[in-house]
Structure formats: C-alpha cells, structure tokens
C-alpha cells in the first residue's frame, strides 16, 4: 500500500480563485509527479520534480505551478482557476520496488470551476 | 502524438473469460512497461510490468506478453472475476538510470467490465 495522499478530495470553486492541491508521501521518494486525467480518460503529465528545488514541466501544458520545498510536499496551485481546469489531478512518486522504480499514486483530487 | 496506443476502449466479457488488451509503442527508447489497474474514485496501481528482454510475465491471473520487434504487448487476465471490472492503463517510460525522468506516457485506457 503507497503511504501517498492528496487533499482535498474533492474540490469545487469560483472562476478566478486561488486553489492549492496538497499532496504529500511519506516513503521518502525524490521523485514526484503530478497527472491530469479527465474521467475515465488517459493521464497527462502536467509537472514533475526529481528533489527538492527541482521542478519542471511536462508534456501536456498547464497553467498551474508547482513547488517542492521538501522532499515530502508536492503542492500544485493555479493563481486563478477557470472552467478549463475542471479535471481530476493525480500525484504520484516514483522508488525502488524489486529492483524496479514504480510510481505510486495517490487517491487523486476532483476540481470543477464553476 | 500519442506515444503509446491502447486498444480496445471497452471490453465486456463473461466471469471466467479471458480479456485481452493491446498496446502498441514508437518510442524504442521505452525500456519499462508497467500496466496499472483504476477503480473508480481511485488512483491507478500497478498491476504488473515488464521489461523488453523478457516475452512474458506472469503474476497470478495476469499475464504480460512482449513483442519487441513489433513495439506491442497485451494484458491478459486468466479466468476473470467481476471484481476485475476496472479502466487498465498500459504504459511505457525510457531509461536513463538514476537521472532519466522515469515519467510514464499512458495510454488510453481500457474500461473493462466482467459479468457474472
């Protein structure tokens, strides 16, 4: 079982606030990710860190940045949330598993802008 | 470009049937291919994966066969069980050792529902 969480679960909001999606993992992982995936759709990666003060974008562009201060915090923020950002976004971490690096996702947040 | 194709959508099969489901790649730097089973309301978790210097695994009721030559591999899930009823991810990353990104690319997605 991946000691990974994400909060909130479920979140819905106004066009033009501020939002923050939390997650964090406590297997000490240096890797971690973040996907966006609309429901029952592929996962896109929006933004990645291999440790601390170490972030970069992904393959799929998003407005929202990420920062990661520690090695167990990954938060995401979008400055101003708009319709386009309804979606689930997962997080994730990548260690040792037998001998192979797996990534380990956590429950996932659901966003709808209203 | 979608780096890794998965086929088909959706899969209905009876209890005890066999599913089958395929990925075809044209990344050959991908060296690691894990699938990843998701229930609703849940993240994905790594179901099985392999690498290209093996044709197949196996672990339980699943199966992962590897074609190399032809940059494909399918899951196949032995006599399965309604309970199995789940979207299965493949997906692919390349190496790099210990500094390559090890991002996945997924494909996208096979909802699959067994009935009883």
């Known amino acids: 079982e991946a000691d990974i969480y994400q909060t909130p679960r479920y979140l819905v909001i106004g066009t033009g606030k501020k939002i923050t999606l939390e997650c964090s993992q406590t297997?000490?992982?240096?890797?971690m990710y973040w996907y966006q995936q609309d429901p029952g759709m592929e996962l896109h990666l929006i933004h990645y860190?291999?440790?601390?003060?170490?972030?970069e974008k992904g393959d799929l562009s998003s407005e929202s940045t990420v920062s990661r201060i520690r090695t167990e915090h990954f938060p995401l923020t979008l400055e101003s949330a708009r319709p386009s950002h309804t979606s689930q976004y997962l997080c994730?971490?990548?260690?040792?598993?037998?001998?192979?690096?797996?990534?380990?996702f956590g429950p996932g947040t659901r966003l709808l802008v209203l | 470009q979608q780096q890794v194709k998965q086929s088909p959508q959706s899969l209905i099969v009876q209890k005890g049937g066999i599913p089958i489901i395929n990925c075809a790649y044209e990344?050959?730097?991908?060296?690691?291919f894990p699938w990843y089973q998701q229930f609703p309301g849940k993240g994905p978790a790594l179901l099985i994966a392999?690498?290209?210097?093996?044709s197949e695994k196996k672990e339980g009721r699943f199966t992962i066969s590897f074609n190399k030559s032809a940059k494909q591999f399918s899951l196949h899930i032995m006599d399965s069980q309604p309970g199995d009823s789940a979207t299965y991810f493949c997906?692919?990353?390349?190496?790099?050792?210990?500094?390559?990104?090890?991002?996945?690319?997924f494909g996208s997605g096979t909802r699959l529902q067994v009935q009883p």
């Open positions: 994730a971490s990548s260690g040792r598993l037998a001998g192979e690096e797996t990534q380990y």
């Open positions: 297997m000490g992982h240096d890797k």
């Open positions: 860190s291999y440790g601390v003060n170490s972030t």
């Open positions: 990344n050959t730097a991908f060296d690691y």
């Open positions: 392999i690498r290209p210097d093996v």
């Open positions: 997906a692919a990353s390349p190496g790099g050792g210990d500094t390559g990104r090890r991002a996945l690319t």
